[in-house]
């Protein structure tokens, strides 16, 4: 089909372009950004005065409850909050029920992803059989059969010599790891050390937790070499962290990294009186690391922002805070929040913000690839036609009502957010109408 988005503001932060301008898209690309072709007739208009048309989200961690969701249609719900929130690629991890282990369950999640003709699904693959950390997972297959990455997701590997295997192994066949950094025994609480989770009799995670994880990948990294995989760092959560990560790059080492918006926004004061929407991984931490942490988004050390996306229902969040399971919806909440993040009082602007969620997370994913096509996350002529269309003006506030996803569980719960998706385009189709 043939679509004219007229009159919206495009923002592209990969291009740094930031004028009025109209859209033209036929078959799936954009033909023209300012102009159409001579002979171009378009067969639906979409109006966006008023609007910004933006690059689609590219989120590089979102949970869809496929394979193995116990809820039905779970899948479908988790998609379209993805296109909801103008996320038009996401990356899923392998902490499925069973594991993303077998190369039928990658094609079975892809096929049933393409079929709803709605956000693009990058799997990641378990890096050991059912994320065990002791024996490696088929890579070689799960590449074939569509994983774009390897990680552990919250299963971390204890044995040091099974990780510099799995490294190695990686490094042969030119595939990335995907890691978040957490001792297998030091990060077994419900809440970050400190104070407040002392004051709550809440069991701790200390920050080393998350240090000497790092400290084992990254000196790994460099006794490899030149031989040394591709390694993105998931979920970044404490300052201790961050000065690790700006030293391995200032090293070379070939790393990137991501923090949740959850860890962007909130500290462990967000539990208050044991609320289990605030239960999380990784744990929310104190202000000094929450700062350390925007910061390092808005220079660049940090790479991109996701929405770390689990979709939890009632019957497992509403429970003492300890036994709650951990996580938060996220993927209807990313765009308006990064903005709100990117235009606050000190804040790096709006084109940071949206770097963080377009261009960075698209070239993370091109470095896990190998080959992708280069206009994920950015607006081009010629390029593939992921279109977010946003209306700045919008306020709305959070609730279970507001939300998509099945997951209505998140500490946004309530908040009055500014901004939300008019549209979005996924290979030139609307796959959302606001």
Not at 214 to 230: I, S
Not at 309 to 329: C, I, Q, R, S, Y
Not at 347 to 370: K, M
């Amino acid at each position: 089909m043939k679509i004219l988005i007229q009159h919206g503001r495009v923002v592209d932060p990969a291009s740094g372009r930031d004028a009025l301008a109209d859209v033209a898209i036929a078959s799936g690309r954009i033909v023209g950004i300012g102009g159409a072709p001579a002979d171009f007739k378009a067969e639906r208009v979409i109006e966006a005065q008023g609007c910004w048309v933006l690059p689609g989200l590219v989120d590089l961690c979102a949970r869809l409850g496929e394979p193995g969701g116990e809820h039905a249609n779970l899948l479908e719900s988790e998609m379209a909050a993805a296109v909801a929130g103008g996320v038009t690629s996401l990356v899923c991890t392998p902490d499925t029920d069973p594991v993303l282990d077998e190369p039928g369950l990658v094609q079975m999640l892809k096929m049933r992803a393409d079929q709803l003709h709605q956000a693009r699904v990058f799997p990641q693959g378990a890096l050991t059989r059912g994320l065990k950390g002791e024996t490696l997972a088929e890579m070689v297959q799960l590449a074939d059969a569509g994983c774009i990455a390897f990680g552990q997701a919250e299963c971390a590997v204890g044995n040091t010599q099974v990780l510099e295997r799995a490294l190695q192994y990686a490094a042969t066949f030119g595939y990335s790891v995907w890691l978040r950094p957490n001792h297998p025994t030091l990060g077994d609480g419900v809440a970050a050390s400190g104070p407040f989770a002392m004051r709550m009799g809440l069991s701790g995670v200390p920050v080393v937790a998350e240090t000497i994880a790092l400290h084992t990948v990254f000196d790994l990294l460099r006794a490899l070499g030149a031989g040394a995989p591709y390694v993105h760092v998931c979920r970044l959560s404490s300052a201790a962290g961050v000065g690790l990560l700006r030293q391995a790059k200032a090293d070379g080492l070939p790393v990137t990294a991501d923090v949740s918006i959850h860890s962007l926004y909130l500290t462990d004061q967000a539990i208050g009186a044991f609320d289990p929407r605030a239960r999380l991984n990784p744990p929310l931490r104190q202000e000094p690391d929450r700062a350390a942490l925007s910061a390092a988004l808005a220079d660049g050390t940090i790479d991109a922002l996701v929405s770390d996306h689990t979709p939890v229902v009632a019957d497992n969040k509403l429970l003492p805070f300890g036994e709650a399971e951990p996580g938060a919806t996220g993927l209807e909440l990313l765009l308006a929040l990064a903005l709100a993040w990117g235009q606050a009082e000190g804040g790096p602007g709006a084109i940071r913000a949206l770097a963080t969620v377009t261009q960075a997370p698209a070239d993370v994913l091109g470095t896990a690839l190998g080959t992708f096509q280069s206009s994920c996350g950015r607006l081009a002529d010629g390029g593939v036609a992921d279109i977010c269309v946003w209306d700045p003006q919008a306020r709305w506030r959070v609730t279970d009502e507001a939300l998509r996803s099945q997951g209505k569980f998140t500490p946004f719960g309530g908040r009055e957010l500014t901004g939300r998706v008019r549209h979005t385009l996924v290979g030139g189709r609307v796959a959302f109408d606001g």
